[in-house]
């Protein structure tokens, strides 16, 4: 029997007694972040990194039944030796390492190489099996380093500003809009957020993480207050009547789609940036190298694409279906 197994509630091991990341409720959750495709409510317990126990209990609620462990601390569930290793993806994020008998299994949750200051950097894992996402696997998602890229989105803020206009600027609340706060923070002198914003801003705040106070805004805020502002929103606030009231504005997209240039056209923006907190095609393949693993299996995203390229470099590796989305287009509750 296999150390991992894909069933319809989710990743199921058996020995262990435990789901990681399931999609129906479960007796056991192990959770490798605190994005609403990976982390739902009605488990009767979840086990995650430490750094996301207050994130989950934000997004499920103060009374879920959820233990923190730090990353590389290693703990038994009937026998099975698990422990949680930074997947870079976001704050808490983390891989699932697996062990029993010698055979060692990775599930990755989603990650990110490239170190985006405020998460735990990603660190490969060396194992028998990996299983990885493949949200951005084709070769056409390459990112530009993001110094360069939050450059320019510097640069088109301050062209905003010298137009006389709000830049508001859609970027997934937990992830991208933190990263996002870090660079703007000593850039501008007015940031104002959507609740779902300011809600997971002033949690991580309290947790001591650096990030700049972001104003909420609220059915009082006057107009007067959006002038040269920057502002920050979920993408499911687009073409609302919420953003309507910052005209005139500019709209800025982040996400790893922009790097397509049809994306912005849909998304009726003025400025697309590929800001993703997924890996990009070169950092999927330097990951599953990193591994070491000589099975892979690639879920969400581009997954045939990737298994089938991987195939092709003599790799064992095998296209899965899960529930597992990007959270850059799913509705999420918190909006």
């Known amino acids: 029997m296999e150390l991992l197994q894909f069933t319809d509630k989710g990743i199921w091991c058996a020995a262990g007694d435990f789901y990681i990341d399931p999609w129906k409720p479960v007796q056991r959750a192990v959770i490798t972040h605190a994005h609403s495709d990976h982390a739902r409510w009605g488990n009767q317990s979840y086990l995650c990194e430490q750094a996301s126990v207050p994130l989950l209990k934000l997004r499920l609620g103060d009374d879920i039944n959820v233990q923190g462990i730090a990353y590389g601390e290693s703990i038994y569930l009937n026998g099975v030796k698990l422990s949680l290793h930074p997947a870079g993806h976001m704050i808490g994020s983390a891989q699932v390492r697996v062990e029993l008998n010698g055979e060692v299994w990775v599930a990755s949750g989603d990650y990110k190489l490239e170190s985006d200051g405020i998460s735990a950097p990603f660190e490969p894992v060396r194992c028998h099996t990996f299983i990885t996402e493949s949200t951005f696997g084709l070769p056409v998602y390459r990112w530009e380093p993001q110094q360069q890229l939050f450059s320019r989105i510097t640069n088109w803020i301050y062209e905003n500003q010298q137009a006389g206009k709000a830049s508001v600027i859609t970027a997934y609340s937990l992830g991208k809009a933190q990263r996002l706060l870090l660079h703007l923070q000593d850039k501008v002198t007015r940031m104002m957020g959507h609740g779902a914003i300011t809600n997971v801003n002033d949690l991580l705040i309290a947790q001591g993480y650096p990030l700049p106070h972001v104003e909420k805004i609220t059915p009082d805020t006057p107009k007067s207050a ?86 092709e470099k003599g790799i064992d590796a095998r296209e899965v279906s899960t529930a597992y989305g990007d959270e850059e287009t799913i509705t999420n509750p918190e909006t």
């Open 226 to 311: 959006f002038k040269n502002a920057v502002i920050i929103a979920p993408p499911s606030a687009d073409d609302s009547a919420w953003m309507r009231r910052f005209n005139p504005y500019s709209l800025g997209v982040c996400s790893g789609w922009m790097q397509v240039r049809g994306h912005m056209r849909r998304r009726n923006a003025d400025a697309g940036f590929a800001l993703s907190d997924h890996a990009d095609w070169n950092g999927l393949l330097e990951a599953v190298t990193a591994t070491g693993a000589t099975r892979v299996y690639a879920t969400h995203g581009f997954s045939s694409v990737f298994a089938r390229y991987l195939s």
